[in-house]
C-alpha cells in the first residue's frame, strides 16, 4: 500500500472533501439570515444560468437527488422563488423558471448571495493569486469530469461563475 494513501493531509479527496465541508458551512451560516440553504442556492444558480430547464437537467447539474430536488422546489415555489410548469412541446415534462412575480426579492437573493459566495471564496483562496486561483479551477474542474465520465463534458454554463464552492 502507497503510504501516501493512508496520509490524511496528503489525500486528495480528503483534502477536497474537508475545503467544500468548511465552504458549505460557512456558506450556510452567512445565508442563513435569508432563510436560504447551499443546496437551494445551486438550483438558483442553474437557473439564473439557464431560466426553463426540467427538473431532470437541474438534478443532474447541481448533483441534487430527484426526490430531494421536488420536495426543495415545492419550498421554494411556496417561498415565490420559482414555478414549475408543463412543457408545451411535451406534457410529461416540468420546466422550472424563475419566479416572475418577485423579481426585487429574486436579484436581492441574488446580489446577497453572490456577495457571501465572492467573500468565502476570497478566504478560501487567501494568498492565491489569480494565476493560482484559474489553475486550482481548471484543475478541480479536469478531477471532477475524470470523476463523472457519464455526464456529458461540464460546460461553463453549468456552473455556477466565479465559485469554488
Same mark, same amino acid.
Given at each position: 500500500? !502507497? =503510504?501516501? *494513501? ?10 477536497? +472533501?474537508? /475545503?467544500?465541508? #468548511? ?12 432563510s ?12 439564473w ?10 438534478s443532474?447539474?447541481?448533483?441534487? !437527488? =430527484?426526490a *430531494?430536488?421536488?420536495?426543495?422546489l ?5 417561498? +415565490?422563488? /420559482?414555478?414549475? #410548469? ?6 410529461r ?38 494565476s493560482?486561483r484559474?489553475t ?15 455526464t ?14
Amino acid at each position: 500500500m !502507497d =503510504p501516501s *494513501t493512508a496520509d490524511l493531509v496528503s489525500s486528495l479527496g480528503f483534502l477536497v +472533501g474537508r /475545503v467544500s465541508h #468548511r465552504m458549505t458551512a460557512e456558506l450556510a451560516t452567512r445565508f442563513e439570515a435569508l432563510s436560504f440553504t447551499p443546496t437551494q442556492w445551486r438550483v438558483m444558480a442553474s437557473l439564473w444560468n439557464e431560466d426553463g430547464q426540467t427538473q431532470k437537467e437541474i438534478s443532474r447539474k447541481t448533483a441534487i !437527488d =430527484p426526490a *430531494t430536488l421536488t420536495v426543495m422546489l415545492k419550498r421554494m415555489e411556496e417561498r +415565490g422563488l /420559482v414555478t414549475r #410548469r408543463r412543457d408545451p412541446a411535451n406534457n410529461r415534462l416540468q420546466r422550472v423558471y424563475l419566479a416572475d412575480s418577485r423579481p426585487a426579492e429574486i436579484q436581492r437573493v441574488r446580489e446577497t448571495i453572490s456577495a457571501h459566495i465572492n467573500s468565502v471564496n476570497a478566504v478560501a483562496t487567501k494568498g492565491f493569486d489569480e494565476s493560482e486561483r484559474a489553475t486550482l479551477i481548471r484543475l478541480l474542474t479536469r478531477a471532477r469530469a475524470n470523476l463523472e465520465p457519464t455526464t456529458e463534458q461540464s460546460h461553463p454554463r453549468d456552473e455556477p461563475k466565479g465559485d469554488l464552492s
